[in-house]
Structure formats: structure tokens, C-alpha cells
């Protein structure tokens, strides 16, 4: 991740307005995170700080966390040391990965001493660290001999700065400067050795500026002519003038499945199409987005891993049962020779004794009458061995019967699962995680766990506008599909979905008039990313008008019927759909 020390400057120029404020409240949700609220003149902002080594950062957040009922000796140890502090000033040492926030407090004595909070902002090294007089308070973690060499941050101790490498400032170094590092620098690809000459840069901004030196060609740093050496230098000195005039703009890049990949101060061009650019308004609303949304696809695809788990196991459970049925009906398909037997012993019963283990009769239901050797069970009379036999054939019969309809409900029901994991993959948000819960509940897959808290409302249906203008409705589960289809559609609405594969229902508001076919189009391709066939080369989709869709006497949820309905054969193109999607 990128929060490098250029855009730690970024964060101190918005913490800036904060100097002069009081410290107001301070809590600790976490072990490794701390909120501190301060009052300014123009109100209360709530100050974020993070060490943890996955999403260490610093800024002014608008999200609410919930807190512990019993505060952390942490937490306790910075209300007394800055309750009621006032915010002095806010330093960083150049383009050091560290924010130092001085607080003019009082002490148990009465007098005034400044509290210095050292917020070091350095991955898995990342630490928040009380400073007072120059000496160490205490630390969010603390580290020992045992967990550096190098480095201490122990209550008593001296502080001092992380080991530091001889590295440009490229806010203040000129041309000449950097010419002569790039000259010095051993030969490689040149943003890994941008990155060794400059300090604070991280390697998306490095790759940046060597992608806009070569125009996306490959260039090492011993080999860079004049024009891509000048260029490069433009570059640079393009991001000092929006870093120092506060012009930047706050990028994040997301990969065509919506995850978020990585974040600068400056438009990113390197991936071209391959990513999606959101852009934001401030540095602290960028990292209060990008963190907030990562941990929030981190805790959907957490919850989502039981239901995928109880999802595999349900289908294979099924599909194993369904295997065992088409065997017992595979031995079914032998009654009539059971029949058979019964009776040639019927008929040949004056032939045949008691205690004989066999009997050779003539098959007389064949025109050639060939002779045919029945099996007798010595135990038994004639008259119960061809019992037994008619016996066999009345199970096969009855067994026949109820294992198609059993294999027919086990195959709708592997279709209602496969349907589930289908919503359950494309699921981006807690929301439907839960609604999804509720829907295997409901059916009998998931028990009740008890409690009274109410489930959250379930969320609209996905929205699209076509070019057209016609608006696309897509169900997000099972039981919306049932709701958009039989509930909300108009007789004169268009409906979709893809030919024997799972998928959404998709549909088309018309409100009476005649879409063109553009629009269906473009719907089929919605209903083909919106499937278990979105990485396919070629998806049918059938459609037909929303009055000849019709749900089947007892069906489970999202299993419908439908006539009068035509194919459209489209490219699963997520880039299109997602240009849609309102």
C-alpha cells in the first residue's frame, strides 16, 4: 500500500487547520488503533491513528467505531497525559514515514510541558510512541532487545529516530542533483532505482514517473536518453507543485472485481485499462474510503466463508445422495424379469418340489419357447417362491416411482444451491451476506441461533440505466429474483436470464413502450455477468415479456417458468456493466 511519506505530507497539510484545538475525547477501539477527538473553532474532527502493520495510518476519519467498555491502560495513560491538551504543532522530519503531534499539557505539578505523540507510520515497524522532555512515556507496542537490535522503545529510554538512509528529498532536490544520483545508482529498472534515491516515494509513485518518462516502454536507469531524462525530471517536479500547492489528486485503483489495489496523491495512468481510477476530495477521505472499504470486503468474505463451506457441503451431500438413487433405479429396470419368474412358476408349479434349488421351464411368453433356469430358494414352497418373486417386482415398481420423483426434487434442490453459491459469490456487501442467511434459513438449511436483534432491511435491487435510457433492474438473491419477477414487473416489462445456468433475474422497465434492441442487448450482457457463466466466451440469454413468467406450485425460491421467449447469445463485458450500473 502506498501511504509513503509524500502522502503522509499530504495528510499533515489537512492536519494543519487542527493546531490550536483542544483535545476533547480519546478512545482506543482496538489494540493497535486510537481515536482522538479535538475541538477547534470550527468544531470537533475525530483524529484516526493506526499502527497496524497491515493498515498503519494517520488522519481525520468520519466513520464510527465502536469502543470498549473498559478502557486499555493505553488509552488510560494518554487521557491523563494529553486530557484537555492543546494542539501545538504537527512536524514531519522531510519526507519521513513519521508525523510527531506536539500537545501543550499540564502535569500532576501543575506545570505547563509539552507531550509529543510520535506517530510512525511504517508497516510491520509501524508504533504510536508518548514523548515527553525527549524521553519515552510509553509505546502502543513496546519493543525489546528480543524484537530489535537495533532500536528500542521501552518506558525511561531515550527517543530516537529509526535508522535512516542518505536518500533526496525530491520536494527540495534540483535537477543536477538528481542527475547525478541516477548516474551514481547501479544499473536496474529505473522506478526501483527512483526508489533508491528518493526518500518517502513508494514504488507506485516510482512506477509512475518512470512510465510517464518512457511512455509505458521498459526503461533501465543506465540507459535513459535526454528526452526520457527530461521528461522524467517534468514529472517529478510536477508532483512537488501538487503536493506543495495542495493540487493533488487523490487516486485509488481497483481491479475489474472491485478490489482495491492501491492509492497516490496523483492521477495514475500506468494501468490504463486494466484498472479502475476512483478519484477523492482529500487525502483523509481517501484513506477513511480505502481502508474502510478493504476491511469491510475482508469482513464480507469472512462471513461468507461458512456459508461457502455449508454451501459445498450441502451440494455434495446431495449430489451424492442423487447418485445413489439413479443406482437404485438403475436395479429397478430388472422387474420385468422378476414378473417373468413369478409367472413361469405360477404356470409350472405341478413341475416343481419343494427343496429343489432351481427350475428349467419353457419361456412361453417367447414365440420360440426357448427353456429358461429360474433360481428357487429351498426353504420355500412353489407357490411362496413365485410369491417372492411378484414381491421383488412390486417394490421395483413402487421404488421406480418414488426415486424419480426423489431424484427429480434432489436435482431442483442441487439447482437451488448451485443458484445460492452463484448470489453468494458475487455478494459485495455484509448486507447481502445476510440476507442470504436468512434465505438458507428459511428453506431449513441454516438453524435459528436465537437472539432478538432484528436483521438489517435488505438492500434495492441492483440498478442500470441503458443508453437508451430504459432502466435494468437485477435481483441481488433468490428471493428478490421471486419479488423484481412476479411481484414488481408490469405484463409489459422484459424479462431475463441466462439458458440453464444460474443467474440473476434481470429486468427491463419499459412502462409500455417497445425497447430497442440495443437495450436488450445490453440487458443480456448484465444477465450474463450477473451468472455463473460470467468468465464464459459466449452466454445465451433467453427473454420474454414479464406476463409469461410463472413460478411453479411449490418451487424454492428463484425457480420460475417462462414461453413465448427468444435467445440473444452475448460476451460476458464487466467493463459494460459496470458503466452502467447506476
Known amino acids: 500500500m502506498a501511504l509513503d511519506g509524500a502522502f503522509l505530507y499530504a495528510v499533515r497539510q489537512e492536519l494543519l487547520p487542527l493546531i490550536g484545538g483542544r483535545v476533547e475525547k480519546i478512545h482506543q477501539p482496538s489494540r493497535e488503533e486510537v481515536i482522538i477527538s479535538i475541538r477547534t473553532r470550527s468544531g470537533s474532527s475525530k483524529l484516526y491513528i493506526s499502527a497496524n502493520a497491515g493498515s498503519a495510518r494517520v488522519h481525520i476519519t468520519e466513520n464510527s467505531v465502536d469502543n470498549p467498555q473498559t478502557p486499555p491502560m493505553f488509552c488510560m495513560l494518554l487521557r491523563k497525559r494529553l486530557g484537555s491538551g492543546k494542539l501545538v504543532d504537527i512536524r514531519q522530519d522531510g519526507l519521513e514515514r513519521i508525523l510527531f503531534l506536539d500537545f501543550e499539557c499540564v502535569n500532576e505539578l501543575g506545570d505547563l510541558v509539552t507531550v509529543t505523540l510520535a506517530c510512525e507510520i511504517m508497516g510491520r515497524c509501524s508504533n504510536l510512541v508518548i514523548i515527553c522532555g525527549g524521553k519515552v512515556v510509553d509505546s502502543i507496542k513496546r519493543v525489546d532487545e528480543d524484537m530489535s537490535r537495533e532500536r528500542l522503545v521501552l518506558p525511561g529510554m531515550n527517543y530516537t529516530m529509526p535508522p535512516r538512509d542518505e536518500r533526496l528529498n525530491f520536494l527540495e532536490a534540483e535537477p543536477e542533483e538528481i542527475k547525478e544520483r541516477l548516474a551514481d545508482t547501479e544499473p536496474k529498472e529505473l522506478s526501483k532505482a527512483l526508489i533508491r534515491i528518493f526518500e518517502g516515494i513508494s514504488p507506485i509513485l516510482a512506477r509512475e514517473w518512470a512510465f510517464f518518462a518512457g511512455r509505458g516502454v521498459h526503461i533501465e536507469s543506465n540507459s535513459i536518453n535526454n528526452d526520457q531524462l527530461d521528461r522524467l525530471l517534468f514529472a517529478i517536479k510536477r508532483s512537488r507543485e501538487q503536493l506543495i500547492g495542495r493540487n493533488c489528486c487523490f487516486s485509488v485503483v481497483s481491479d475489474k472485481d472491485g478490489q482495491l489495489k492501491d492509492f497516490s496523491f496523483i492521477r495514475l495512468s500506468q494501468f490504463g485499462t486494466l484498472m479502475y481510477t476512483k478519484e477523492l476530495g482529500s487525502a483523509s477521505e481517501l ?290 456493466e459496470q458503466s452502467m450500473k447506476v
Open 287 to 576: 484513506l477513511d474510503y480505502f481502508y474502510s472499504e478493504r476491511d469491510r470486503a475482508a469482513r464480507t468474505k469472512q462471513r461468507a466463508n461458512d456459508l461457502f463451506k455449508l454451501l459445498m457441503n450441502l451440494t455434495e451431500r446431495t449430489a451424492r445422495r442423487i447418485a445413489a438413487q439413479r443406482e437404485e433405479l438403475d436395479a429397478c429396470a430388472d422387474k420385468e424379469h422378476a414378473k417373468l419368474c413369478g409367472d413361469l412358476i405360477s404356470a409350472n408349479m405341478y413341475r416343481i418340489n419343494k427343496g429343489d434349488s432351481s427350475a428349467t421351464v419353457e419361456n412361453f411368453y417367447d414365440e420360440s419357447c426357448p427353456q429358461m433356469t429360474i433360481v428357487l430358494d429351498v426353504r420355500k414352497t412353489p407357490a411362496q417362491n413365485a410369491q417372492h418373486y411378484y414381491s421383488e417386482y412390486k417394490k421395483s415398481v413402487t421404488a421406480e416411482e418414488k426415486l424419480a420423483v426423489q431424484i427429480q426434487k434432489g436435482e431442483e434442490e442441487l439447482q437451488y444451491l448451485e443458484s445460492v453459491f452463484d448470489s453468494l459469490t458475487r455478494a459485495s456487501s455484509e448486507n447481502d451476506i445476510i440476507q442470504l442467511r436468512l434465505e438458507l434459513r428459511e428453506q431449513g438449511y441454516v438453524k435459528y441461533a436465537g437472539g432478538k436483534a432484528k436483521p438489517p432491511k435488505a438492500l434495492p435491487p441492483v440498478e442500470y440505466r441503458s443508453s437508451d435510457g430504459f432502466t435494468i433492474l437485477v435481483g441481488r438473491n433468490n428471493k428478490q429474483n421471486d419479488q423484481l419477477s412476479l411481484k414488481f414487473a408490469e405484463k409489459s416489462d422484459i424479462w431475463l436470464h441466462t439458458q440453464l445456468i444460474t443467474g440473476s433475474h434481470v429486468l427491463i422497465l419499459t412502462d409500455g413502450a417497445t425497447p430497442p434492441d440495443k437495450t436488450i442487448e445490453e440487458a443480456a450482457v448484465i444477465a450474463a455477468v450477473n451468472s455463473s457463466g460470467r468468465n464464459s466466451g459466449l452466454v445465451p440469454v433467453d427473454y420474454c415479456l414479464a406476463k409469461y413468467v410463472k413460478k411453479p406450485a411449490g418451487a424454492k425460491p428463484g425457480k420460475v417458468i417462462f414461453t413465448n421467449y427468444k435467445t440473444a447469445f452475448v460476451k460476458p463485458d464487466a467493463e459494460l
